[in-house]
């Protein structure tokens, strides 16, 4: 089995390093062709290894394969924990990573760093099946960080863009700071568990449960556990872009759409929630940090959704929409219903990628016009597109039967049976969110595909489906968002054994998906059920709403618009986190960078450390060189003071 | 009859031999240009360190009446000695041909030199100790003096010679009151009798060891010891000093541990504490007044002093970790002063000695490959990874830390970053200065080979220091 879960890793990888050394030798479809294969192999043996584990019931595996170094008792090695969660996890982003790849060949057609794309997209899927194969935190972090790394690369593919080397620059700024959020749980985790491995640092938990450290800040004692939990969640808060370390994602969309679908669907963004879940074993021991989940992911998932709102460029609606399921999914982990914030994942990755594919299909149609005031009326060009749009939409409003719907109700229905103290708030946000969601989807759905046509005329007569490599994807996306929810959330969420039992720990008093499972009944009942509930009438008023306001009387977005002018701008400056950033972080830290430079470096120590010790050891160079006179008995007498001066010490002074 | 095998001193009897060979061939030929002496003289060599390679592993044997030890770290040391000096030959062939130094007499006291050097390192007995040294040190006096044209070089001999006797004078006299307290000249009885003897005694002890530390920091040129370093090594030709700055080294250290780990373990407190001193002294004084020097022959002289305070180190922490450290250090630093030196004698050329730092400048230009295995050297001499010095530093700073003198540690690293100073210079000259002869340079195929391996030796060696490290460790358990 080891071969297999090697090859799953190595085949994206040999693609990357044959593609990015060779590229420019094997040519455009040799690299595109192996690029696919690689993760196409990886793919087919990633659902076979789902099957191995979760069909089949597979034990799990956890062991290292290669040991890189022992130092003082702990060991660094590569290895991989391949359990249910991570069987799940590694065929979820093989899948979506493969479409994504098929989709390129479409759309990244005729652009001159076509390799260096592949190169990067292959790289981009093994740096996440490191790390979400990993059975330790140091190979954790290595995946943390390549994804990191690679995410820049890709943000900034178009890197003669100054738009995209600002956004690729803030995306790895930004997340450097979560990073260092990560590190410091790690160091903690190592100082208190003295271990890496996964295995053993669980095991330690919860005799640490009582233990207490005092931080330097204000002297109160935290618990070990809220510490290593909430500093690990700063990680993951950088890479799921939770507020306030969200601002690189919407930037991120400077990158080619491609890549756009990948970050936001498997890759990167799930990492934060993966991470939250699979270090369950030691979440489940501080209330405290599952609460301030619960109150950060409630607060992204309600108030970046209402950003989505205002925006008006196709792409970057739908990061913001990313932005809010994200929230969803940590709201669902902190309520400690980690099994639901993984289904969300799962689910949200189908029908991301298929909104993302398919808004770079209505982009290539529209020649690289982004803003969706020059689109309408589409769907008479593209329909298929149009079709796959609607049902990721649907998907995503979670309307009842498609699957976002089961993902996004458990999640609901969860918060508002769970226990934890901020539950309520996560409960109020989500809910409303719900309505937030259904009208920038819809939004997004009628302005591009119903109403007027406002594009030129010249781009009008080119309108048109585009090649199938690029609805192919769609296609092969749009089935799975329709139907995936209603197969998956019985085994996953509420059976006995639900799939994701062996790889999530849950402490029975907070186990809210298992008080909920004696009221589930079945998909089907569950998606009727619904019909009655709160949020699918928030869906559908929002619908509603926008179908009014967008595509029967057009007129009335812009009176609201002028008439609550202050909410507009706050929105539209997306909270002015921004500028907050940029005034004091960015202009601080440069004036900071100043300062030092200017007075610290080039003053103390340029000037006085180093040039002026440089200045000292020359002038005693000098100064000794004259010793060395070159006369013998000067020499003589130097040999015959030293012996003096040792005798003396030794027979007087001692 | 013997009472002992004839192969246990075989290789001492090959490198008599040789040099009385080469003696008689170099009176009766009359071909002054006749490449016999130099053959005969590597053959020997060579002859030699097979006998010795195979008598690795084969225990300790104690010969002659306990005035001669065959053991490991005997071989190992004799190992190196033959090494380099096989190594510096070649290299200095073109050059003494080319200036016309005598002949025979060159390739003969080189030979008793080996001679006296394996003495010193298998020496059972302070006499014979003493033997070797002064085998060992006139040979090389007569061959600091072997340009007898050359004004410099006189009076570097004469330096050499009067300070060298002022140094064998106070060793010898320290060996006096050794053997007055102790009443014996062998090594071992020494230790055993010191280490029973009342403490009332101590003084005329401590007396003795001062004169033989001294004695030995002359030898090894630790500050403030080492005046005569410097002007021996401008004035002397660039090949003797490849020689004397490599191999004597070697023997040095194994002088070293017969007399003060051997002879004298007893006394390990009170020689710790000399040479703490003789360390730090010859670390600060070698590597600061190295930055002064624009002759580069001068520069590798300070650069010798520091690194002998560096093999001081090591040999102060005084466990067997330590002195394998320090065997480590002082045979990868034959190694790489021998290439220094061998890359300053390559380059000089009929009436020009490649003396000068500004003489490499350029030397990128002129032949790469020539400056990249300069640059290897020096940043080995340096200690910046992945070369062997790095390894060489680290496992004596390692060793010093290990028996907690952090402070001494700390001085160590902080001369060694001065030092790093004027190592890299030569290379910023090398490739970022244009050359001031751009003439082609011609090197003998032979020369060529050995000075690449010789830089090469100093990577592959610090990127594998496991095995070099591990023998260290052995011979000297």
Sequence with gaps: MPGVYLTIVLAPLIAAIVIGLLGHIIGRTASHWLAILGVGLACVLSFWVFKYHVIDGAPIYDAPLYIWGEVAGITFQVGFLVDTLTALMIMVVTFVSLMVHIYTVGYMQGDPGYQRFFCYIALFTFSMLMLVMSNNFLQLFFGWEAVGVVSYLLIGFWFKKDTAVFANLKAFIVNRVGDFGFILGLAAILAYCGSFTYSEVFANVPALADSGMT?????????????????????????????????????????????????????????????????????????MALNFVIIIGGVTALFMGLVGIVQNDIKRIIAYSTLSQLGYMMVAVGISAYAAGIFHLFTHAFFKALLFLGAGSVIIAMHHDQDIRNMGNLRKYMPITYVCMLIGSLALIGFPFFSGYYSKDAIIEAAHASTAWAAPFGYWTVLLGVLVTSLYTFRLLFVVFHGKERMRDELRRDLREPRAVVWVPLILLAIPSAIVGGFFIGPMLFDSHTILGQSLFVLPKNDVLFQLAPHYHGAIEFAIHGLTGLPFWFGVAGIVITWLFYVRYPAVPAKIQSHMKW???????????????????????????????????????????????????????????????GYLYHYALMMLLGLLVFLLWFTLLR | MLDFELRTIMPEIVILTTACLVLMVDVFMRVRQHNLPYRLTQIGLLFAAVLTFKSFGLGTEIILSGAFISDDLSHLLKLFIYLTTFVVLIYSH????????????????????????????????????????????????????????????????????????????????????????????????????????????????????????????????????????????????????????????????GMAIRLLVQALPALHPQW?????????????????????????????????????????????????????????????????????????????????????????????????????????????????????????????????????????????????????????????????EAPEDASPITVSGGSRFAISLNGLAVLVLGIFPGALLAVCLAVLA
């Excluded at chain 2, 064998?168 to 009885?189: A, K, N, Q, R, V």
């Excluded at chain 2, 560096?310 to 480590?328: E, T």
């Design chain 2, 94 to 253: 073109a050059y003494i041909r080319v200036r016309q130094i005598l002949w025979g007499e060159y390739y003969c006291l080189t030979l008793f030199a080996v001679l006296g050097m394996m003495l010193l390192v298998s020496a059972q007995n302070i006499l014979t100790l003493y033997l070797g040294l002064e085998l060992l040190s006139l040979s090389l006096y007569a061959m600091v003096a072997m340009r007898r044209d050359s004004q410099m070089a006189s009076e570097a001999a004469m330096k050499y010679f009067v300070m060298g006797a002022l140094a064998s004078g106070m060793l010898l006299y320290g060996f006096s009151l050794l053997y007055g307290i102790t009443g014996t000249l062998d090594i071992s009885t020494m230790a055993q009798v010191i280490a029973s003897t009342p403490i009332t005694d101590q003084l005329v002890l401590i007396f003795g060891l001062v004169f033989v530390v001294v004695g030995l920091a002359f030898k090894l040129g630790a500050a403030p010891f080492h005046m005569w370093i410097p002007d021996v090594y401008q004035g002397a030709p660039t090949s003797v000093v490849a020689f004397l700055s490599t191999a004597p080294k070697v023997a040095a250290f």
């Design chain 1, 215 to 287: 931080l330097p800040i204000a002297g109160v004692e935290w618990s070990v556990i809220t510490v290593i939990c909430i500093l690990l969640f700063i990680g993951a808060m950088g890479k799921s872009a939770q507020v306030p370390l969200h601002v690189w994602l919407p930037d991120s969309m400077e990158g080619p759409t491609p890549i756009s679908a990948l970050i936001h669907a498997a890759t990167m963004v799930t990492a934060g929630v993966f991470m939250v879940a699979r270090m369950s074993p030691i979440f489940e021991y501080s209330d």
């Design chain 1, 567 to 629: 909410i507009y701008h706050v929105l539209i400056n997306k909270y002015g986190f921004d500028e907050f950033n940029q005034a004091v972080f960015a202009r601080g830290g440069r004036g900071l960078g100043y300062a030092l430079w200017q007075f610290g470096d080039v003053k103390i120590i340029d000037g006085a450390l180093v040039n002026g010790s440089a200045h000292f050891v020359g002038r005693c160079a000098l100064i000794l060189r004259r010793l060395q006179s």
């Design chain 2, 272 to 432: 710790i504490d000399l040479l703490i001193v003789l360390a730090v002294l010859s670390i600060a004084i070698g590597n600061v007044v190295a930055i002064a020097q624009a002759n580069i022959k001068r520069m590798l002289a300070y650069s010798t002093i520091s690194h002998v305070g560096f093999l001081l180190l090591g040999l102060l922490a005084g466990n067997a970790a330590g002195y394998s450290a320090a065997l480590f250090y002082v045979l990868t630093y034959s190694i790489m002063s021998l290439g220094a030196f061998g890359m300053v004698i390559l380059l000089s050329k009929q009436g020009f000695e490649a003396e000068n730092i500004d003489d490499f400048k350029g030397l990128n230009a002129r032949s790469p490959w020539l400056a990249f295995i300069m640059l290897l050297l020096m940043f080995s001499l340096a200690g910046v990874p992945p070369t062997v010095g790095f390894y060489a530093k680290l496992a004596v700073i390692e060793a010093v830390l290990a028996v907690d003198h952090l402070v001494l540690a700390l001085i160590a690293v902080f001369f060694a970053i001065i030092g790093a100073f004027y190592y890299l210079r030569v290379v910023k000259v090398m490739y970022f």
